[in-house]
């Protein structure tokens, strides 16, 4: 779980507000992933940025936004965000390019948007 | 479009039983198959990981199977332990994509 940390853990915001998350891999990976966690449903890929290439899930809505300065530092920005938008936020990091290529998930933000 | 299925939904077990879950898979042009576990609260953490070419994974009381044919993957816990307790969850990738494909898991509590 070290290897990839995300901050914040827990994050409590009002529709109008502006927040980021961020997530950082410690394992010298090539590729992350941002991941929606909703109750009672799949977990829903956002993002991935891989060798320096972004491919995005067409269903998420602008009001999220990604960046990624670098390969181990990942940005998830949010603005004027809906309460459907509470769920988990899972951070991931993998060896693009690889064989047999595992994820590795950080703990998770909680996010309740009221 | 791929779509990945788990049942049961939810499954309690007495301590020492050894159990099943299972994952079925609508298109068997998977790249790779992974069961992940999910504490309450937290992140995920990878079990085991199948190839394509590769029928089976062994790690420790755990042992994943692969049977593209059928569409199906089952995770097989020996001698379960409440240390168990946990949501258990398949993924399926497909060859030349970024993505796995999750399924909604098996919440699984063992009993001591």
């Known amino acids: 779980e070290t290897g990839v940390t995300q901050t914040p853990r827990h994050l409590v915001m009002g529709m109008t507000n502006k927040k980021s998350l961020k997530c950082e891999q410690h394992?010298?990976?090539?590729?992350m992933y941002w991941y929606k966690q909703s109750a009672k449903k799949p977990l829903e890929l956002m993002f991935v940025?891989?060798?320096?290439?972004?491919?995005e899930n067409n269903s998420v809505p602008s009001r999220f936004s990604p960046e990624c300065p670098n390969s181990s530092h990942l940005f998830l920005h949010l603005h004027t965000l809906q309460p459907e938008d509470s769920a988990l936020y899972l951070c991931?990091?993998?060896?693009?390019?690889?064989?047999?290529?595992?994820?590795?998930f950080g703990p998770g933000t909680r996010l309740l948007v009221l | 479009k791929q779509e990945v299925t788990q049942i049961p939904a939810a499954l309690s077990v007495p301590e020492g039983e050894n159990l099943v879950l299972n994952c079925s898979f609508t298109?068997?042009?998977?790249?790779?198959l992974q069961w992940f576990r999910q504490d309450p609260g937290k992140g995920l953490t990878s079990l085991l990981l199948?190839?394509?070419?590769?029928r089976e994974q062994t790690s420790g009381r755990l042992n994943a199977s692969l049977d593209k044919s059928s569409g199906r993957s089952t995770l097989y816990i020996a001698a379960s332990q409440p240390g168990d307790s946990a949501t258990y969850l398949c993924?399926?990738?497909?060859?030349?994509?970024?993505?796995?494909?999750f399924g909604t898991g098996t919440r699984l509590k063992v009993l001591a």
């Open positions: 991931a990091s993998s060896q693009a390019g690889t064989r047999g290529e595992t994820q590795y």
């Open positions: 394992l010298g990976h090539n590729a």
């Open positions: 940025y891989s060798l320096e290439e972004r491919v």
């Open positions: 298109d068997s042009a998977i790249y790779n």
């Open positions: 199948i190839q394509s070419s590769q």
């Open positions: 993924a399926a990738s497909t060859s030349g994509t970024y993505k796995y494909i």
